[in-house]
Structures are given as structure tokens and as C-alpha cells.
């Protein structure tokens, strides 16, 4: 009999795979672990990062192309949610309409950095510092788009009635309390340097900390969630 989660497994795969690329792309080589402060003048922006505009050129290029992993991911975690729901899809619509959502907040301000770095040595200072702000105030400010997808995670699995839930309730509550976390990313716009700040202890390293391990946590009994699956459908 042919395992009817086969495909699920591949698309559970586009988490850790996005997730290792984000860490070396998108954070490594896209200089954004942490990002260039707000708090920088134009001038001290610009010497910066046009020195090293080649390397952000490729880490944007790469997450760009990878971002579609997320919502690959979603899909799979879509389908697991589906067995908990059964005949009502509200909660598993809404989290893989997150992850696509998610997956935008990926690319268009990747593609704004990507930008950036296209003409870095002929722009003036303050618009190169200007499509480097615009790209992190929709990176952060779109956080509800991704808090969409984990509340609608959390309490799908919380709802789940079986004698061993297929997610455990503090892998769900975890799930809906990243989600909530997120609020904070509003005070972003107010401040340029600080915790509070792009690059602050609370709105970069701790907000980011908490997805990037919401992704490795939620990965990980994604695939336990998938094994118990094919063990209930085998004969």
C-alpha cells in the first residue's frame, strides 16, 4: 500500500531546510545577525554596507529563491492539522494562509535589501539607508501575518480529543505564545536604538530567537506527528 503521507514528509522537509538557509543566508552572509543599527548616521550606514554589498547580494539571491520553503512547510503542517479537524477547516485554512502570507514577508523585503545592494556604490547615503528601513519595517511591522499561522497551529492542536494528542499541549501553547510575542515588533517604528530597537535585545534577539525555535520545534513533531499518522493508516 503506498504511504499517502509521502509528499507530506517531502514538504515537511521545507522547514529545517529554510531554517539553516535563513541562519547562513539571510543572517550570515545577508549581514543580518544582528542588523546594521538604526541608530547609525547615513554616512556610517552606507561605509557599512557598500563594502560588503556582494556578500548581502547573495544571501538576499538565496533566501529569495528558498522562501517558497515556508509555505511548502505550512502545507504540511495543514495536512496534519486536517486529521485533527476532520470535517470543520477553518483553523488549518487559516494557518496555511499564514504561511503564504509568511512566505511574502520573506521575499519582498529581501528584495528590497536586494535592491540596495544593486547600485550600493553610486546611491546617496540617506536612500540606501532609506530601502534598508523599509525592508525591516515590513520584515517586523507584518508580524500578524505569522501570528495568524501559529495562534491557528495552537488551538487546533489543543482541540485535538485523542487519548495522546498528535502535538503536545505545551508544544500548542508555545505555538499561540510566540504568535502573541510578536505584538511587541510594533514599537519598532519608535525607536532606533535600544532593546527595543531593530536590533535590540528584545525586538531583535529574543523575537527572533523564539521564531527561529518555533520553526525547530514545531519541525521536529511535525515529523512525529507524520510517523504516528502512517503507523494509524497502515493495515
Known amino acids: 500500500m503506498e504511504n499517502p503521507y509521502k509528499y507530506v514528509r517531502i514538504c515537511a522537509w521545507g522547514g529545517p531546510i529554510l531554517l539553516i538557509v535563513t541562519i547562513i543566508f539571510w543572517?550570515?552572509?545577508g549581514r543580518n545577525i544582528p542588523p546594521y543599527s538604526a541608530g547609525l548616521?547615513?554616512?556610517?550606514?552606507?561605509?557599512?554596507?557598500?563594502?560588503?554589498?556582494?556578500?548581502?547580494?547573495?544571501?538576499m539571491t538565496v533566501t529569495i529563491a528558498c522562501s517558497v520553503l515556508y509555505f511548502v512547510w505550512g502545507l504540511a503542517i495543514t495536512k496534519v492539522m486536517e486529521k485533527v479537524e476532520r470535517h470543520n477547516n477553518v483553523l488549518s485554512t487559516l494557518q496555511l494562509w499564514?504561511?503564504?502570507?509568511?512566505?511574502?514577508?520573506?521575499?519582498i523585503p529581501c528584495g528590497i535589501w536586494l535592491t540596495a545592494t544593486f547600485r550600493?556604490?553610486?546611491?546617496?547615503?540617506?536612500?540606501?539607508?532609506?530601502l534598508f528601513?523599509?525592508?525591516w519595517m515590513i520584515f517586523d511591522l507584518a508580524y500578524s501575518l505569522t501570528t495568524l499561522q501559529m495562534v491557528a497551529l495552537g488551538v487546533c492542536f489543543l482541540s485535538d480529543r485523542r487519548q495522546?494528542?498528535?502535538f503536545p499541549a505545551w508544544v500548542s501553547w508555545f505555538s499561540i505564545w510566540v504568535g502573541v510575542m510578536f505584538v511587541i515588533e510594533a514599537l519598532?517604528?519608535?525607536f532606533k536604538t535600544g532593546p527595543f530597537s531593530r536590533s535590540g535585545t528584545v525586538n531583535y534577539w529574543l523575537e527572533f530567537s523564539i521564531f527561529f525555535l518555533f520553526m525547530a520545534i514545531i519541525s521536529v513533531?511535525?515529523?512525529?506527528?507524520?510517523?504516528?499518522?502512517?503507523?494509524?493508516?497502515a493495515p
Open 120 to 130: 550600493a556604490d553610486t546611491l546617496e547615503p540617506g536612500t540606501l539607508q532609506i
Open 188 to 190: 519598532n517604528p519608535f
Open 221 to 233: 513533531y511535525l515529523f512525529k506527528a507524520i510517523d504516528r499518522l502512517v503507523r494509524e493508516k
Open 133 to 135: 528601513d523599509l525592508g
Open 98 to 107: 499564514g504561511a503564504g502570507f509568511t512566505t511574502l514577508i520573506f521575499v
Open 27 to 29: 543572517g550570515i552572509l
Open 164 to 166: 495522546v494528542p498528535l
Open 41 to 59: 548616521s547615513a554616512a556610517e550606514f552606507k561605509a557599512q554596507f557598500a563594502p560588503v554589498a556582494d556578500q548581502i547580494r547573495v544571501g
